[in-house]
């Protein structure tokens, strides 16, 4: 019968499709690895890859052994967490994309921990691409992200809607008008979030709708450093009206709409597909919706 060991092997070979790769992420030596693959495919009666000239291809029997063995795996994980909360404590591994994490997830958390004070969450705030693959390699349980999600491994659960708005400064000539051209756009520059950012990637498919290029002079991780930017008219930028709000209250900037494309999104709970909800999962999400329903 196929160990643990031997599976999580096979899974690291059939998720990098090179032998020496996944060698290296498990740390053990090649010919280790090749060992393990050929004892599985004689136990199995079946060749498990074929073997081009660059990189492995999985067989018809090799693709049933990888979904059958990552639920094995991930039912071992679930176990050994299970067992290491015995004593009463709810692990949860949460993520938050950073629009969330710089409006919202404080007073998730806040609600997570009056609800339920036997949760103790480890956070991970960053942009949508880095907490997808988190998330899709398991060191997240669960994250909340305003991006959006590419990959088909992973369940989606619309909890609110958001919406990004185009912001100037108090001496730009944008100021005080309720939307703008696409075309008036043409000659701008832009201080955005980095690439892998959902607010990006959500603009910028815009803009290429519109067929508007756009020139990007700055970019930053932190939607205050852009704020702040944007103020002293060094640029435009897009970001979250949740985000921005407090600033257009104070006078500091100015939000407004490009006409005839609106840059509606959700935000969305994220979890594999595969993997069972526990318990601390569907309470951060009933928390959740708590907050985002009166925000």
């Not at 067989?59 to 979904?67: A, D, V």
């Not at 176990?79 to 994490?101: F, K, V, Y």
């Not at 691409?129 to 994250?143: F, M, N, Y």
Request: aromatic share 6%.
């Amino acid at each position: 019968m196929a160990t643990l060991k031997q599976l999580t092997t096979f899974l690291a070979v059939a998720e990098t499709m090179q032998m020496s790769e996944a060698a290296r992420l498990l740390y053990l030596s090649q010919s280790t690895v090749s060992q393990t693959i050929l004892d599985l495919e004689r136990e199995f009666g079946a060749a498990l890859f074929q073997r081009g000239a660059r990189q492995l291809v999985l067989t018809p029997k090799g693709m049933i052994l990888r979904e059958q063995a990552q639920q094995v795996v991930e039912r071992y994980e679930g176990l050994t967490r299970a067992m290491e909360m015995s004593h009463g404590i709810r692990e949860l591994r949460l993520g938050a994309t950073l629009t969330i994490g710089n409006t919202l997830l404080t007073g998730i958390l806040t609600q997570l921990r009056a609800d339920h004070p036997d949760i103790r969450p480890y956070l991970y705030v960053e942009n949508t691409r880095l907490l997808e693959g988190r998330i899709l390699h398991h060191e997240a349980d669960i994250g909340l992200i305003e991006g959006i999600v590419t990959s088909e491994k992973l369940a989606r659960l619309p909890v609110a809607e958001d919406e990004l708005r185009l912001i100037c400064g108090p001496r730009h000539p944008f100021w005080g008008r309720a939307v703008v051209e696409p075309e008036e756009l043409l000659e701008q520059s832009f201080i955005l979030r980095e690439q892998g950012s959902g607010t990006r990637d959500i603009f910028e498919s815009a803009m290429r709708a519109a067929q508007i290029p756009i020139h990007v002079s700055g970019e930053s991780v932190s939607s205050t450093a852009i704020m702040e930017l944007v103020a002293a008219d060094l640029g435009l930028g897009v970001l979250s009206r949740r985000c921005v709000s407090r600033s257009v209250e104070e006078g500091s900037l100015w939000a407004l709409a490009i006409r005839g494309y609106p840059m509606h999104r959700y935000f969305q709970v994220c979890y594999p597909q595969r993997r069972p909800v526990t318990s601390q999962m569907r309470d951060f999400i009933a928390a959740a919706r708590t907050v985002l329903e009166r925000a």
